[in-house]
T-cell receptor, first 115, second 110 residues
Framework: DVKVTQSSRYLVKRTGEKVFLECVQDMDHENMFWYRQDPGLGLRLIYFSYDVKMKEKGDIPEGYSVSREKKERFSLILESASTNQTSMYLC??????????????FGPGTRLTVL | GQNIDQPTEMTATEGAIVQINCTYQTSGFNGLFWYQQHAGEAPTFLSYNVLDGLEEKGRFSSFLSRSKGYSYLLLKELQMKDSASYLCAVPMDSNYQLIWGAGTKLIIKP
Protein backbone atom coordinates (compact mmCIF):
# COMPACT_ATOMS: atom_id res chain seq x y z
CA ASP A 1 0.00 0.00 0.00
CA VAL A 2 1.04 3.54 -0.69
CA LYS A 3 1.89 5.42 2.43
CA VAL A 4 2.02 9.18 2.64
CA THR A 5 2.89 10.65 6.01
CA GLN A 6 2.82 14.21 7.26
CA SER A 7 4.91 15.53 10.11
CA SER A 8 2.05 16.75 12.30
CA ARG A 9 -1.70 16.20 12.58
CA TYR A 10 -2.28 19.42 14.50
CA LEU A 11 -0.14 22.53 14.68
CA VAL A 12 -0.65 25.88 16.39
CA LYS A 13 1.58 28.79 15.41
CA ARG A 14 1.66 32.53 15.95
CA THR A 15 1.37 35.21 13.31
CA GLY A 16 4.74 35.92 11.71
CA GLU A 17 6.31 32.58 12.55
CA LYS A 18 7.99 30.49 9.90
CA VAL A 19 6.20 27.16 9.53
CA PHE A 20 7.47 23.95 7.97
CA LEU A 21 5.11 21.16 6.94
CA GLU A 22 6.80 17.94 5.92
CA CYS A 23 5.46 15.18 3.70
CA VAL A 24 7.07 11.83 2.96
CA GLN A 25 5.91 9.09 0.59
CA ASP A 26 7.33 5.60 0.40
CA MET A 27 6.23 4.44 -3.05
CA ASP A 28 8.83 6.09 -5.28
CA HIS A 29 6.24 8.42 -6.77
CA GLU A 30 7.43 11.14 -9.10
CA ASN A 31 4.67 13.66 -8.42
CA MET A 32 3.89 15.32 -5.12
CA PHE A 33 1.28 17.95 -4.28
CA TRP A 34 0.35 20.35 -1.51
CA TYR A 35 -3.29 21.37 -1.10
CA ARG A 36 -5.23 23.34 1.40
CA GLN A 37 -8.84 22.59 2.16
CA ASP A 38 -11.31 25.05 3.62
CA PRO A 39 -15.04 24.56 4.23
CA GLY A 40 -17.08 25.24 1.11
CA LEU A 41 -14.00 25.75 -1.07
CA GLY A 42 -12.85 22.23 -1.68
CA LEU A 43 -9.27 21.29 -2.40
CA ARG A 44 -7.06 24.07 -3.72
CA LEU A 45 -3.61 23.34 -5.09
CA ILE A 46 -0.78 25.37 -3.61
CA TYR A 47 2.28 23.85 -5.31
CA PHE A 48 3.25 20.62 -6.94
CA SER A 49 6.47 18.92 -7.95
CA TYR A 50 6.98 16.41 -10.76
CA ASP A 51 10.64 15.66 -10.03
CA VAL A 52 13.37 16.32 -7.49
CA LYS A 53 14.17 20.04 -7.28
CA MET A 54 11.32 20.83 -9.68
CA LYS A 55 8.29 22.79 -8.57
CA GLU A 56 5.29 24.42 -10.15
CA LYS A 57 2.82 26.92 -8.76
CA GLY A 58 -0.73 25.82 -8.28
CA ASP A 59 -3.80 28.00 -7.90
CA ILE A 60 -2.88 29.74 -4.63
CA PRO A 61 0.93 29.90 -4.17
CA GLU A 62 1.07 33.34 -2.54
CA GLY A 63 2.55 33.22 0.93
CA TYR A 64 3.96 29.72 0.46
CA SER A 65 7.13 28.12 -0.85
CA VAL A 66 8.16 24.50 -1.28
CA SER A 67 11.25 22.37 -1.32
CA ARG A 68 11.92 18.97 -2.83
CA GLU A 69 15.53 17.94 -2.26
CA LYS A 70 14.79 14.21 -2.23
CA LYS A 71 12.27 12.24 -4.24
CA GLU A 72 10.34 11.00 -1.22
CA ARG A 73 10.07 14.30 0.63
CA PHE A 74 8.13 17.46 -0.22
CA SER A 75 8.09 20.35 2.22
CA LEU A 76 5.69 23.28 2.39
CA ILE A 77 6.98 26.47 3.98
CA LEU A 78 4.97 29.39 5.26
CA GLU A 79 7.59 32.15 5.41
CA SER A 80 5.55 34.36 7.73
CA ALA A 81 2.34 32.73 8.90
CA SER A 82 -0.85 34.76 8.84
CA THR A 83 -4.28 34.05 10.29
CA ASN A 84 -5.76 33.53 6.82
CA GLN A 85 -3.46 30.54 6.44
CA THR A 86 -5.37 28.68 9.14
CA SER A 87 -6.54 25.61 7.27
CA MET A 88 -6.24 21.87 6.70
CA TYR A 89 -3.13 21.11 4.63
CA LEU A 90 -3.06 17.92 2.62
CA CYS A 91 -0.10 16.36 0.87
CA UNK A 92 -0.57 13.89 -1.97
CA UNK A 93 1.59 11.86 -4.31
CA UNK A 94 1.05 10.10 -7.62
CA UNK A 95 3.11 7.82 -9.80
CA UNK A 96 4.35 9.64 -12.86
CA UNK A 97 1.77 10.42 -15.55
CA UNK A 98 2.00 13.95 -16.85
CA UNK A 99 -1.68 14.00 -17.80
CA UNK A 100 -2.92 13.69 -14.24
CA UNK A 101 -4.53 10.29 -14.75
CA UNK A 102 -2.55 8.56 -12.00
CA UNK A 103 -4.35 8.21 -8.71
CA UNK A 104 -3.33 10.69 -6.05
CA UNK A 105 -2.75 9.25 -2.58
CA PHE A 106 -3.15 11.56 0.36
CA GLY A 107 -1.47 11.93 3.70
CA PRO A 108 -3.59 12.29 6.86
CA GLY A 109 -3.49 16.09 6.76
CA THR A 110 -2.17 18.79 9.07
CA ARG A 111 -4.67 21.09 10.70
CA LEU A 112 -2.80 24.36 11.12
CA THR A 113 -4.10 27.14 13.33
CA VAL A 114 -2.38 30.53 13.18
CA LEU A 115 -3.16 32.78 16.15
CA GLY B 1 -13.24 27.48 -18.72
CA GLN B 2 -12.77 24.32 -16.73
CA ASN B 3 -15.31 23.56 -14.05
CA ILE B 4 -16.83 20.79 -11.95
CA ASP B 5 -20.24 20.93 -10.28
CA GLN B 6 -21.60 18.71 -7.53
CA PRO B 7 -24.51 19.17 -5.12
CA THR B 8 -23.34 20.58 -1.80
CA GLU B 9 -25.23 18.20 0.46
CA MET B 10 -27.51 15.18 0.26
CA THR B 11 -29.41 13.19 2.87
CA ALA B 12 -30.35 9.52 2.62
CA THR B 13 -31.61 6.74 4.85
CA GLU B 14 -29.63 3.77 6.09
CA GLY B 15 -30.18 0.79 3.81
CA ALA B 16 -31.33 2.90 0.86
CA ILE B 17 -29.65 3.84 -2.43
CA VAL B 18 -28.26 7.29 -3.27
CA GLN B 19 -26.87 8.77 -6.47
CA ILE B 20 -24.37 11.62 -6.30
CA ASN B 21 -24.01 13.53 -9.56
CA CYS B 22 -21.03 15.37 -11.01
CA THR B 23 -20.93 17.47 -14.16
CA TYR B 24 -17.73 18.75 -15.66
CA GLN B 25 -16.44 21.06 -18.36
CA THR B 26 -12.84 20.57 -19.44
CA SER B 27 -10.80 21.27 -22.54
CA GLY B 28 -9.57 17.68 -22.76
CA PHE B 29 -10.57 14.51 -20.95
CA ASN B 30 -8.38 11.89 -19.28
CA GLY B 31 -10.87 10.23 -17.00
CA LEU B 32 -12.78 11.09 -13.84
CA PHE B 33 -11.99 10.26 -10.23
CA TRP B 34 -14.23 9.79 -7.22
CA TYR B 35 -12.80 10.11 -3.72
CA GLN B 36 -14.39 9.63 -0.31
CA GLN B 37 -13.46 11.90 2.57
CA HIS B 38 -14.63 11.37 6.14
CA ALA B 39 -14.76 14.43 8.35
CA GLY B 40 -11.30 15.44 9.53
CA GLU B 41 -9.57 12.82 7.41
CA ALA B 42 -7.81 12.69 4.07
CA PRO B 43 -9.56 11.81 0.79
CA THR B 44 -9.30 8.18 -0.22
CA PHE B 45 -9.59 6.85 -3.76
CA LEU B 46 -12.86 5.19 -4.77
CA SER B 47 -12.90 4.91 -8.56
CA TYR B 48 -11.49 6.11 -11.85
CA ASN B 49 -13.59 6.04 -15.05
CA VAL B 50 -12.12 6.57 -18.48
CA LEU B 51 -14.71 4.88 -20.70
CA ASP B 52 -18.47 5.42 -20.87
CA GLY B 53 -20.66 3.17 -18.79
CA LEU B 54 -21.09 1.80 -15.33
CA GLU B 55 -18.31 0.26 -13.26
CA GLU B 56 -19.36 -1.66 -10.19
CA LYS B 57 -17.21 -2.19 -7.14
CA GLY B 58 -19.14 -3.82 -4.34
CA ARG B 59 -21.77 -1.46 -2.93
CA PHE B 60 -20.31 1.44 -4.90
CA SER B 61 -20.70 1.99 -8.65
CA SER B 62 -19.54 4.85 -10.83
CA PHE B 63 -21.01 5.89 -14.16
CA LEU B 64 -19.55 8.08 -16.89
CA SER B 65 -20.97 9.72 -19.99
CA ARG B 66 -18.22 11.60 -21.81
CA SER B 67 -20.59 13.08 -24.39
CA LYS B 68 -22.70 14.63 -21.65
CA GLY B 69 -19.82 15.62 -19.37
CA TYR B 70 -21.55 13.74 -16.58
CA SER B 71 -20.76 11.16 -13.95
CA TYR B 72 -22.48 9.76 -10.92
CA LEU B 73 -21.53 7.70 -7.92
CA LEU B 74 -24.15 5.18 -6.83
CA LEU B 75 -24.08 3.90 -3.28
CA LYS B 76 -26.27 0.92 -2.41
CA GLU B 77 -27.32 -0.54 0.93
CA LEU B 78 -26.22 2.59 2.70
CA GLN B 79 -24.47 2.23 6.01
CA MET B 80 -23.87 4.87 8.66
CA LYS B 81 -20.15 4.72 7.90
CA ASP B 82 -20.90 6.02 4.38
CA SER B 83 -21.57 9.44 5.91
CA ALA B 84 -18.76 11.43 4.30
CA SER B 85 -18.00 13.92 1.58
CA TYR B 86 -17.64 12.59 -1.94
CA LEU B 87 -15.27 14.45 -4.24
CA CYS B 88 -15.29 14.36 -8.01
CA ALA B 89 -12.06 15.27 -9.86
CA VAL B 90 -10.91 15.46 -13.46
CA PRO B 91 -7.30 15.66 -14.71
CA MET B 92 -6.25 18.91 -16.35
CA ASP B 93 -4.95 18.10 -19.79
CA SER B 94 -1.16 17.51 -19.81
CA ASN B 95 -0.59 19.39 -16.63
CA TYR B 96 -0.22 16.81 -13.80
CA GLN B 97 -3.03 18.48 -11.88
CA LEU B 98 -6.61 17.61 -11.05
CA ILE B 99 -9.62 19.92 -11.13
CA TRP B 100 -11.59 19.20 -7.96
CA GLY B 101 -15.26 19.61 -7.28
CA ALA B 102 -16.15 21.16 -3.93
CA GLY B 103 -17.52 17.83 -2.74
CA THR B 104 -20.95 16.50 -1.79
CA LYS B 105 -21.56 15.97 1.90
CA LEU B 106 -23.68 12.83 2.34
CA ILE B 107 -25.66 12.53 5.55
CA ILE B 108 -27.06 9.11 6.41
CA LYS B 109 -30.00 8.94 8.79
CA PRO B 110 -31.10 5.80 10.66
Amino acid sequence: DVKVTQSSRYLVKRTGEKVFLECVQDMDHENMFWYRQDPGLGLRLIYFSYDVKMKEKGDIPEGYSVSREKKERFSLILESASTNQTSMYLCASSLSDRDGSDTQYFGPGTRLTVL
Amino acid sequence: GQNIDQPTEMTATEGAIVQINCTYQTSGFNGLFWYQQHAGEAPTFLSYNVLDGLEEKGRFSSFLSRSKGYSYLLLKELQMKDSASYLCAVPMDSNYQLIWGAGTKLIIKP
